[in-house]
């Protein structure tokens, strides 16, 4: 066992070093010039004899080198190498010879006209053999190694057959993944053929598709880009998932690190994937530009939003990350984490409560940050709707507490994170939010109009229902499908806008930059899904049958929920960004003083812990704020 480890060791050696190869290249190349010298003297002998000495081997060395420099040939890995190679080192090979012949004509003086002939032409062919049989044997030796003495999680195929797809074996795939590449998969009555070493698989339905993975034992089938996995959706993916076929797809170009792709750290398709909208694209370069040498402050940095913007921010050349957060465990997770990815970055965790104004001004204080990411907030709409003054202390007070101190301490950019729960609110949670968004753009608005001193741009994004947060749908029905079942839905026509935690935190990013001031920016997020029929296509996608083995049960909508969320509030409008994925509420206009004011008198009441009357005060300051399955729904007619 122990040789058997020793022998597998090899094959997850990088690469030889390339001086090593060029040194064994040179060598092959002398050994195959004696050989060929050899060869010539017999051939000719006894007529002519040839007058070998130092100075040819001393020749051949020379223009060798030089050919293999000037060609590279000693540069790519080994294993990887195509049938390109093979024309760069008879490229070298020829250059090596045509060096060599004028060599021996300057200086070696006249020459039998066939030893002229002869030799060039054998050396030629003995030294390219040479090199080509020391890469065919290396390739095949570690091939051998591979199959016979590593683990192997299975036999892999690579979806379709295009430009994407067929660069991924030679150029993308580092076999040191724990798969075998078996060839590429595809649909059509088409025989069978081959791409280079690899076979072409067609199938035209679903039972010629299990033949195909039972007869060659297929574990995983890899998918060259998210296009290819949303075109598939509705066929390959239910084949993979009755079949239990783990499915891959190939990380975009920045989530490659190093340029290397290798098996292990390839995402495997989720159903997030699958909710039909093209990913968000945005101007790095600017937000790079922009936050290169800051120190940020990220508060709430350890819940889902947070801890997220907080690894996007990282790739930044960031002059210092401040981690906020009153959660201690996660806390230590995402600074345990940060600490492993990003041990370039300077970034300190602080332990706090934004609703304590002494110990959120101590981090201003002491760290002085140029760009604020406002991400701390309650956000569960039941737990709220029970706990409406823990709400106003949190969302409200602390939000206030945080926008003030970027006034009085000069940050540049202040960036609050919202919901489109914010939008006529039908629950506490969702009105809380929008009372921090108003007093946000009343103080930027105060301070634009010079009624308020201070510099500081103020900026809000809103966000939809972010997909893999902490408790969110998907989690939930993770869980209960572990469990066997039920999965819980509130209602059979509810219906949610989805995105995903990195969307969401690259549409922070660039709203932080592409706002001038007093914003509420949102997004396009394409058509709502509703969650029943998500919950459908999450039983399908186990290989399971919805109603049969699976069984969803509808519970009834939660106090605050409703139907349908909006984006927008009916009596604001949006306008166009540079972004076209992106858009700008023109939102109605707020006094400051009466905002702050009224929010005084807000956090005093919800001191009190008074849950009617903190909420009453709410309903009146947003008339639009109407309560659904709420016990709060009596003061809907108090307000007018």
């Not at 094959?11 to 190349?29: E, P």
């Not at 010039?33 to 006894?46: E, G, H, N, R």
């Not at 030294?127 to 570690?142: E, K, N, P």
């Not at 969302?395 to 489109?420: E, Q």
Request: charged letters at 25%; proline letters at 3%; aromatic letters at 10%.
């Amino acid at each position: 066992m122990k040789i058997k480890r020793l022998i597998g060791s090899l094959a997850h050696v990088k690469y030889l070093n390339r001086w090593f190869v060029l040194g064994i290249d040179l060598l092959l190349s002398i050994l195959a010039t004696a050989i060929s010298l050899a060869f010539v003297t017999d051939l000719l002998a006894p007529h002519y004899v040839i007058p070998i000495s130092l100075d040819l081997f001393f020749i051949a060395t020379i223009c060798s080198l030089i050919g293999f420099i000037f060609c590279q040939t000693y540069v790519g890995v080994i294993r990887h190498s195509a049938f390109v190679e093979s024309g760069w080192i008879a490229l070298a090979v020829f250059m090596k010879e045509g060096l060599m012949y004028l060599f021996i004509l300057t200086f070696v003086g006249q020459l039998n006209s066939k030893f002229l002939f002869y030799n060039p032409v054998i050396d030629m062919c003995f030294t390219f053999a040479a090199l080509m049989l020391i890469r065919v044997s290396l390739i095949i030796g570690y091939n051998y190694i591979k199959e016979n003495f590593t683990s192997c999680n299975g036999n892999l195929l690579i979806w379709e057959i295009g430009s994407h797809s067929t660069c991924l074996p030679n150029h993308l795939i580092d076999k040191q993944g724990n798969y075998r590449m078996m060839g590429y998969l595809t649909y059509g009555k088409k025989r069978a053929g081959r791409i280079g070493e690899y076979k072409i698989y067609r199938v035209s339905d679903k039972q010629e598709f299990n033949e195909l993975i039972d007869t060659y034992d297929i574990k995983a089938i890899l998918f060259p880009d998210h296009d290819s996995v949303k075109e598939e959706s509705e066929r390959l993916l239910h084949m993979c998932e009755a079949k239990k076929v783990r499915m891959l797809v190939v990380p975009s170009v920045d989530e490659i690190k190093d340029g290397k792709l290798n098996f292990r750290n390839l995402p495997e398709v989720r159903i997030e994937d699958l909710l039909g909208r093209e990913e968000i694209k945005i101007n790095m370069e600017e937000i790079a530009q922009a936050l290169y040498n800051q120190t940020v402050l990220v508060t709430g940095a350890a819940g889902s939003i947070g801890s997220e913007i907080c690894r996007q921010l990282c790739s930044f050349g960031l002059k210092h990350l401040i981690l906020f957060d009153c959660a201690e465990t996660p806390m230590h997770h995402i600074r345990l984490e940060l600490e492993e990815k990003f041990p370039e970055v300077e970034f300190t965790s602080v332990v706090g409560d934004v609703r304590m104004l002494a110990r959120i001004e101590s981090v201003f204080t002491r760290f002085l940050p140029q760009v604020v990411f406002h991400a701390a907030a309650y956000k569960h709409v039941p737990l709220m709707e029970e706990n409406p003054c823990e709400s106003i202390h949190t969302n409200v007070l602390g939000t206030r507490n945080v926008a003030d101190l970027s006034l009085k301490y000069g940050v540049g950019k202040f960036v609050m994170i919202s919901t489109d729960k914010a939008v006529n609110p039908t629950n506490v949670m969702g009105a809380s939010k929008r009372l921090a968004e108003m007093y946000v753009q009343s103080l930027g608005s105060a301070i634009r109009k010079r009624e308020h001193a201070g510099r500081t741009v103020f900026i809000t994004t809103r966000f939809g229902n972010v997909l893999g947060s902490n408790g969110s749908v998907i989690s939930r029905f993770r869980e209960q499908l572990a469990k066997g079942g039920p999965l819980t839905v509130t209602h059979p026509d509810i219906i949610r806008y989805f995105m995903t935690i990195p969307e969401a935190c690259r549409l922070v990013l660039e709203a932080a930059f592409m706002g001038k001031g007093n914003e509420i920016f949102v997004f396009d997020m394409g058509t709502p899904v509703k969650i029943a029929d998500l919950a459908k296509r999450m039983i399908q996608l186990a290989g399971l049958e919805p109603g049969k083995d699976i069984e969803i049960k509808y519970t009834g909508l939660r106090s605050g929920e409703k139907l349908f969320e909006e984006l927008l509030a009916t009596k604001e409008n949006t306008l166009p960004t540079t972004n076209k994925k992106i858009y700008r509420a023109a939102v109605r206009k707020y006094i400051y003083k009466e905002i702050a004011d009224a929010i005084d008198e807000l956090v005093e009441v919800a001191a009190s812990v008074d849950k009617m009357e903190t909420v009453r005060l709410m309903k009146k300051l947003i008339p639009e704020f109407r309560s659904q399955q709420s016990e709060y729904q009596i003061l809907d007619k108090e307000v007018v």
